[in-house]
């Protein structure tokens, strides 16, 4: 089982990738060895228990404070709709210091907002403001206990791994599966429909 939503990505036109995901990712618990905004490990959460292992600080103060204190991260985002214009401009521009609490709004409006997966630098778009607080609402009744949001730590490979649009170069480890728009030809293609899906 799964959740037809995700975090901050938009994954309505993916329902074969994520339905072949469930039901190959037969175990209870799994990592994201480069975790960025989750679109797919996110909707897997709803029965399974994720390490989220980040690499961009930003990404890893608007999971934890997810994680951590949902229902008030939330409140502070819905603040911010509707999104326009000045708030991505400042979201994305600001040079001054704002503590890990503001930051994990402001990156979840970038992300939000920014077309693709797994970005916060746009290019960007105004979403319908009743579609914006659907969203949060769907947010505010999904379970957030089971992803737990690591920073720039190592965990042996002792479970199923998931790979989520990885970069030029990276190298998989054993025991996992990648989800990308991009060809890999030294894994082997698991499921392709709008997306490939390979398995190491």
């Known amino acids: 089982m799964y959740h037809k939503y995700s975090f901050c990505d938009d994954i ?8 072949f995901l469930d039901k190959a990712m037969t175990c209870k618990n799994f990592v994201v060895r480069n975790a ?24 890893y103060f608007m999971f934890a404070a997810w994680e951590t204190e949902k229902d008030r ?13 000045n708030l991505f401009n400042f979201a ?14 402001l990156q979840f409006v970038l992300c939000y907002t920014s077309q693709g997966f797994c970005r916060f630098d746009g290019p960007f778009v105004e979403p319908d403001e009743s579609l914006t607080r659907k969203h949060i609402s769907k947010l505010m009744a999904t379970r957030n206990k089971n992803i737990t949001a690591e920073y720039e730590i190592e965990i042996p490979n002792e479970s199923i791994n998931l790979y989520e649009f990885p970069l030029k170069g990276q190298e998989f480890l054993s025991n ?25």
């Open 92 to 105: 994305l521009h600001n040079t001054l210091d704002v503590s890990p609490w503001q930051q994990s709004h």
């Open 36 to 59: 960025t905004t989750m679109p797919f490990s996110f909707p897997l959460s709803k029965t399974r228990k994720v390490s989220a292992l980040f690499s961009n600080i930003n990404n």
């Open 176 to 200: 996992s599966f990648i989800i990308t728009d991009k060809r890999l030809d030294d894994y082997d293609l698991l499921f392709e429909d709008k997306l490939k899906i390979y398995g190491v």
């Open 73 to 85: 991260f939330l409140k502070y985002v819905s603040k911010y709709i509707p999104f326009d214009n």
């Open 12 to 19: 309505s036109d993916y329902n074969n990738e994520l339905a």
